[in-house]
C-alpha cells in the first residue's frame, strides 16, 4: 500500500484529545481503517512516540470464527515492522498500541500485501533449513502450524545486524510534533550531571557537554547543573530533582531528558530510573537491552548501565557512588523505573564482575517440604527419579508423594512395591483421567511439608542439595514460585526460567545450548526473577499456593497450569524465581510425548484462555525486552 499513514479510530477506551490519542484503560483499543489486501501475508510498518513507553502492541483480526490476536514487535527504535499471516475471512481491524493510560502517540505508517515468494525467502535468508517445517504441515493441511513454522523461521534479526536494522526503524525525536511533551515549566524536574572527566581528551568532554546542551531544545526544561567531582555536586542535590553519573564520551540522546520528563510526570513515585543504552564496539554500536527492576540479578551483577538517574533525596550519605550502588535494593520495586528505550551511548567497557550468588539464610532447620510426582506406568522413568531423589537429596525432612494416575503394569506395581518400603514414600492412587492440576491440587491436600515442590517423573537429580536451595528460596516473603535449571541428557538447556510471549504464548528463553554458553546478561548462570518457571521443578510455599486456589483445574487441566500459577502468584506481589544451582535432568515430555509434532488445535481452548487471560503480561514480559524478537531462543532483534 501507501506510504501515507493509515487512518485510525478509537474503537474501545480510548478519546482523542489535542490531537492525541489519550488512553482510559490499560488496554484501548483503535479500528485500523484499512484494507489489508487479499494476500498470504502483509508488512505493518507503525510508529509510536518516541516519549512513549516501546510495549509491544496487539493487532487483532476479527474473523466470522472470532478474534485472533498477534502480538507485533515493541517499536524500541521509534517504529516497529512486523511481517505476519492473514486469517482467513477477516472482516475487521483492530490494534492494542500501548498497555498503559494516559497520553501516546501512535500511527501506521504503511501496509503492504507480502506474497508467499517473498516470505520464503526471508526463511532462506534466515534458517533455509527450517523451509521443511512449512512445506510439511501445508501439504497435509495444517495451515496455523505451517505460519507458526513460518514465524519462528523468520520473524527475528541478528544482532549482528544491529544497524541495518535500525536504519529502517529509527524516527527523528520530533519535539512540537508527533513526541510533544507535555510543557509545564512549574512541574518540569531539574537534572545534575557529575561527569567524570579528569584527564579525559577535549574532544571527548566536548561529545558529552554538548549532548547535554541539546537537552535544552525544550524551553520548558531548566539547563541541566554539571559538577565534576562529588564535592562540586554536594551543594546542588538542594536544588536538584535527579542525578546521574557521566564519563567524558557519554552521549546523551536528544531526547533524552524529555523522555525522563515525560515519565517522571507519569510516575512521580519513581526514585531510580534507568534506560538502555548503545554500546560503541568495534564491530560497530549494538544495543545493551535490560529487564525491568530484578533484584536478584542485580545483586549478582549490576545489570544496568550510566544511564541511571536517582532522586536526590535518596543520595545520602558520605558517598555519592555508594549511595548510588545502595539505593537500587533500600528501594520499594515500585519506585526504580526502566526506560526501555536507548537513551545513552557510550564506549564498550569490560563487564562488571559477576558476584557468586548468594544462598538465602541457612536457618536450620530447612523447610519441610513433599515433593509430588504423578505417573502412569512408564516405570523405565519414574525408577530413576524416585531413585536419584531418596539416594541423592540431601534434605532432613521431605516426603515423596507419587500419585499413581490409572498404572497397568506389572513392572510399575514392582516399582512401587519397591520404593513405598522407604518411610518417606506415599503412594496415591487417583486412576480418573489425566488433569495434571486436579492431580496436583489433590496431592497437595494430601501433603505435610511446608514446601509443596511438584515434580515431573522425567527427571533425575544432579544438585544433592536442591530441595534446600529450592525450599529455602520458596518461604522467602517475597518469593513466588521457583525453579531450577533444567538440562537434556546431552547436557544442553532445557529451561532457565520461562519468559511471556515467546512464541505468541510462553517459552523456555535461554534453552538448546550448553549452560556455560554466553547468554543474555548471564542470567542462565545466575539467580533471577521470572516471569513464570515450570512446574516440571517447582517449589511453592504452602501457605501460598493455597491463597492463590493452587493450579486452575477447571480452564487449564493440562497446559500453561504452571505459568498460569505463577501469574496469579505474581498478582499477590509474589514473584517467580529461577536458581541455577539447583540442577536436574529433564527428559522433556518423554511419559506423553514430545509437543513438537502436536497440532495447534490439540489444547486449543486452553491456550485461547491463557492467552484471553494474561495478554497483557504475554505482550508485555517485565523481565524480557520489546525489542528481542519471540521467535528467537536466544537475544536477537525484531
Known amino acids: ?165 535500525r536504519a529502517r526503524r529509527a524516527r527523528c525525536f520530533e519535539p512540537t510534533g508527533f513526541d510533544a511533551p507535555r510543557n509545564d515549566p512549574a512541574t518540569a524536574p531539574r537534572f545534575a550531571i557529575l561527569l567524570l572527566d579528569a584527564g579525559a581528551a577535549p574532544d571527548r568532554k566536548a561529545l558529552t557537554l554538548a549532548s547535554i546542551e541539546r537537552q535544552s531544545q525544550l524551553p520548558f526544561l531548566p539547563l541541566a547543573r554539571i559538577a565534576h567531582s562529588e564535592a562540586e555536586l554536594v551543594p546542588l542535590l538542594a536544588e536538584t530533582d535527579f542525578v546521574a553519573v557521566l564519563r567524558a564520551g557519554d552521549e546523551l540522546a536528544d531526547h533524552a531528558f524529555a523522555s525522563l520528563a515525560e515519565h517522571i510526570a507519569r510516575a512521580p513515585h519513581a526514585k531510580l530510573i534507568y534506560a538502555d543504552e548503545l554500546l560503541r564496539t568495534k564491530n560497530g554500536p549494538r544495543p545493551s537491552f535490560t529487564p525491568d527492576w530484578s533484584p536478584s540479578l542485580a545483586a549478582a551483577r549490576s545489570y544496568f548501565g550510566r544511564c541511571a538517574f536517582y532522586a536526590a533525596s535518596t543520595l545520602t550519605g558520605k558517598s555519592i557512588g555508594e549511595s548510588m550502588r545502595a539505593a537500587p535494593f533500600r528501594l520499594a520495586r515500585a519506585e526504580i523505573s526502566h526506560l526501555r528505550r536507548w537513551l545513552l551511548t557510550r564506549d564498550e567497557e569490560p563487564e562488571a564482575p559477576i558476584v557468586a550468588p548468594s544462598a538465602p539464610a541457612r536457618a536450620e532447620p530447612a523447610p519441610s517440604v513433599s515433593v509430588i510426582v504423578l505417573t502412569r506406568d512408564r516405570a523405565d522413568l519414574l525408577r530413576p527419579c524416585v531413585d536419584s531423589i531418596l539416594r541423592l537429596s540431601t534434605h532432613p525432612s521431605f516426603e515423596l508423594i507419587i500419585v499413581d494416575n490409572g498404572s497397568r503394569e506389572a513392572e510399575t506395581f514392582a516399582t512401587f512395591e519397591k520404593v513405598k518400603k522407604d518411610p518417606r514414600v506415599r503412594i496415591l492412587s487417583r486412576p480418573e483421567p489425566f488433569n495434571f492440576a486436579r492431580l496436583n491440587n489433590d496431592a497437595a491436600r494430601a501433603a505435610t511439608g511446608e514446601v509443596l515442590l511438584f515434580l515431573n517423573n522425567d527427571t533425575a537429580i544432579v544438585s544433592p542439595d536442591w530441595l534446600e536451595t529450592l525450599s529455602r528460596r520458596a518461604m522467602a516473603p517475597q518469593t513466588g514460585a521457583v525453579g531450577a535449571l533444567l538440562l537434556y541428557p546431552d547436557g544442553r538447556i532445557q529451561h532457565a526460567g520461562v519468559t511471556l510471549g515467546l512464541g505468541q504464548d510462553a517459552g523456555h528463553f535461554g534453552a538448546l545450548v550448553a549452560p556455560q554458553t554466553p547468554s543474555w546478561l548471564g542470567r542462565a548462570g545466575l539467580a533471577h526473577e521470572s516471569s513464570a518457571v515450570t512446574a516440571a521443578c517447582m517449589a511453592v510455599e504452602r501457605r501460598k499456593f493455597d491463597a492463590v486456589g493452587g493450579f486452575d483445574a477447571i480452564n487449564l487441566p493440562i497446559e500453561f497450569n504452571d505459568v498460569d500459577l505463577c501469574l496469579r502468584l505474581g498478582e499477590r506481589g509474589w514473584t517467580a524465581l529461577y536458581d541455577p544451582s539447583a540442577r536436574l535432568l529433564h527428559y522433556e515430555s518423554a511419559s506423553r510425548g514430545s509437543p513438537k509434532f502436536r497440532p495447534m488445535s490439540v489444547y486449543a481452548k486452553e491456550r485461547d484462555y491463557f492467552r484471553d487471560r494474561w495478554r497483557a503480561v504475554i505482550r508485555d514480559d517485565p523481565y524480557f525486552h520489546p525489542a528481542l524478537s519471540l521467535y528467537a531462543r536466544h537475544p536477537a532483534l525484531w
Open 1 to 165: 500500500m501507501t506510504q501515507q499513514a493509515i487512518a485510525l479510530t478509537p474503537a474501545k477506551d480510548v478519546i482523542v484529545r489535542d490531537e492525541r490519542f489519550v488512553s482510559v484503560s490499560k488496554e484501548p483499543w483503535l479500528r485500523i481503517e484499512a484494507d489489508f489486501g487479499a494476500g498470504p501475508f502483509v508488512e505493518m510498518v507503525f510508529r509510536t512516540s518516541l516519549l512513549d513507553d516501546p510495549a509491544r502492541p496487539v493487532l487483532r483480526f476479527v474473523t466470522p470464527a472470532g478474534a485472533i490476536d498477534r502480538i507485533l514487535p515493541g517499536p524500541a527504535a521509534g517504529a516497529g515492522v512486523w511481517i505476519g499471516a492473514l486469517p482467513r475471512g477477516a472482516r475487521e481491524f483492530l490494534i492494542s498500541p500501548t498497555n498503559r493510560p494516559g497520553p501516546f502517540g501512535f500511527m501506521i505508517e504503511s501496509l503492504r500485501p507480502v506474497g508467499l515468494a517473498e516470505a520464503l525467502m526471508r526463511v532462506w535468508r534466515r534458517r533455509p533449513a527450517k523451509l521443511w517445517s512449512y512445506f510439511l504441515p501445508t501439504l497435509f493441511g495444517y495451515r496455523s502450524e505451517a505460519e507458526n513454522a513460518l514465524d519462528w523461521a523468520s520473524n527475528f534479526e541478528p544482532l549482528d545486524d544491529f544497524e541495518n536494522w
